[in-house]
């Protein structure tokens, strides 16, 4: 059977193709893995706790949308966090946050936008999931490139108007992935202001909004809420994966728009795979403790410290805003990920291969994505390999 022809632009995921360039050659010290974004920090101890209490819970198909206590426990959060007070109504339960930007475009992108094919506009470099929900749907893509010119944010205002009118749905994600530019008040107000002129709407991809160096993320909904924006202009996803140090729990949460949840819980109720009671239940205890947050949120923040000891008087590296990702500035990004391989065994993750060629380049040829997951000492040996093997 072929592969359908509107994936045909969609290159190997970015780990097998790291296996590829690297796995032949021998690592030129003990290993180092600082490549993909699995948090490594321990599992708040609530965790064992709730699921023993709650094992029977396995026994039963779980509630579809989240249980009440879950969807109160979010939206408690989010009022919290946020100041916006977001009726249960309005939000449901993910298996985590990559099935909710694929299911959610699928449940709101129409067919044709004012008689076209309808345009999904996509960060470049960004979250793949992006682009095989566009690609799934026979959209079109159109990769925007975020750079250092442009604070690691993609300019949508700066897209023609013809190709504007088309937009059904813009992705953005705060912290950016994988570059840790996060998203000013401003920019996300200017970014629902073009979208209510040429009527899209925002997907805001927020998954790292816990994890930051100098202040908290603003929210997409904290800013539609002070400007009095259409709420069917604004998704939002989030997920306990980095906040509390669980990605194999599986569990988030998307808000939306009465009108665009109820397409959303329609979809899912034929086509999701809801999240097991037991987690239901960890999630809601999750969502509603912050202690675990902080200290987990501690443990980075000294990563950054050692990073920005570490890569003192180095010109060009910098530190992120958010999330847990160095997004180092190197001559070419495959190169320097196989140097480091073989002379060291630290293993980072080349750019290029979190982005697409748009506007004449790849925006992540020149860079590689250094993952501050492993524990403090680690990561602390790996990115001293890193200096001294690529800028010392």
């Known amino acids: ?37 699995e948090p490594k920090h321990p599992v708040p101890a609530l965790v064992g706790e709730v699921l023993a209490q709650t094992l029977d819970g ?17 939206s408690g959060w989010i009022g919290r966090r946020y100041g916006v007070e977001m009726p249960v109504s309005r939000l449901m339960n993910l298996n985590g946050t990559r099935e909710g930007l694929f299911n959610t475009l699928i449940a709101l992108c129409p067919e044709t936008k004012d008689g076209q094919r309808p345009v999904v506009l996509i960060p470049n470099p960004f979250y793949q999931v992006y682009a095989v ?9 159109v990769y925007v490139n975020a750079t250092a ?37 401003d920019y996300l107000a200017d970014l629902l202001d073009l979208a209510e ?25 904290e800013v539609a809420a002070a400007k009095g924006a259409d709420p069917e202009r604004v998704v939002v996803f989030n997920s306990l994966s980095k906040r509390s140090n669980v990605p194999g729990i599986r569990s988030g949460f ?5 009108k665009s949840m109820g397409h959303i819980r329609r979809l899912r109720s034929y086509s ?17 403790d912050e202690t675990h947050v902080a200290e987990n949120l501690r443990l980075y923040q000294d990563k950054f410290r050692d990073a920005a000891e570490i890569f003192s008087g180095h010109q060009g590296v910098s530190l992120p805003q958010g999330g847990f990702f160095l997004w180092m500035p190197v001559e070419d990004g495959e190169q320097a990920a196989l ?14 291969y979190l982005a697409r060629e748009a506007q004449g380049h790849n925006p992540g040829k020149g860079y590689i994505r250094v993952a501050l997951v492993a524990p403090a000492d680690e990561t602390k040996r790996g990115l001293t390999q890193i200096r001294d093997c690529l800028y010392g």
């Open 58 to 74: 396995f026994g039963v198909y779980p509630p579809n949308d989240g249980t009440p206590e879950l969807l109160a426990a979010i």
């Open 339 to 352: 140097d480091l391989w073989q002379k060291t065994g630290v293993r980072v993750l080349p750019g290029a």
């Open 197 to 221: 002129k040429h009527d899209f709407t925002v997907f805001c991809d927020e998954c790292y909004s816990e994890i930051w160096r100098e202040a908290p993320p603003p929210g997409l909904l």
């Open 133 to 141: 929900a566009t690609l799934a749907l026979n959209a079109e893509p």
């Open 1 to 37: 059977m072929a592969f359908p022809e509107r994936f045909s632009d969609l290159p190997e995921y970015a780990f097998p193709r790291l296996r590829a360039l690297l796995d032949h050659h021998q690592p030129g010290g003990t290993p180092l893995a600082m490549t993909i974004g």
């Open 254 to 258: 998307v808000a939306a728009g009465p």
């Open 272 to 288: 999701g795979a809801p999240v097991p009671l037991p987690l239901q239940r960890v999630s809601e205890r999750l969502w509603s």
């Open 149 to 185: 010119a442009n604070g690691f944010l993609p300019d949508y205002r700066s897209l023609p108007a013809d190709v504007l009118n088309r937009v059904a749905v813009a992705y953005v994600c705060s912290p950016a992935n994988p570059q840790g530019a996060i998203a000013s008040r």
